[in-house]
């Protein structure tokens, strides 16, 4: 049995609102891409990932995952909803304490975030991350809801498990937990946060090395 809970990273989604020339997460961000960001992030918090995703991207995924540590779902992202590839990524890690489910439009989400949910799967079945106030992502849960989750499916995703059981909410410092990418417009916005992060600004101008 794995000793922590494994990050479930969730890309395999519709994305139907978005409406750019590539896949929304497969726009730069950075250095890199909404993707390849979230995973970094994902792998940066030292606990066991799985990565649920489409043939259409498992390329890009795989620069950062070993094929083991990936879920390929049938068809194409037309036909997959949430509760299918949470279900997947769940069945995957099946003996894990639990997992923390990280969509993969969410590339501002910290390492520590993700980390500070686990850690409280020890105590509630439910958890998590919130933003002065305001739920968030990543949510995170234990190992007791196995049976649930791996019965999702469709666009359900695991809501109504919010509603029938314990659930904790971990204040954090991150306002990256409310910022997902469903528009144009959002994905503008990521980048402009992504990039104040990067290179922040004092009164006089960028910050020098």
Known sequence: MNSNPVVVVLAAGKGSRF????????QPLGRSSVLGTTLSNALASELPVVVVTTQSLSAMVQRYVAARDMVVLPGDALSNGMGDSLAAGVAARSQATGWVVLPADMPLIR????????AELDTYPVVYAQHRGRRGHPVGFAAELYSELVKLSGDEGARRLLGRYPTHGVDVNDAGVLADIDTTDDLVAVQRAHDEIAFPRTASGPLMD
Request: aromatic share 0%; net charge neutral; no cysteine.
């Open 19 to 26: 409406t750019g020339v590539l896949h929304k997460l497969e």
């Open 111 to 118: 390492a520590q975030t993700i980390v500070q949910v686990a």
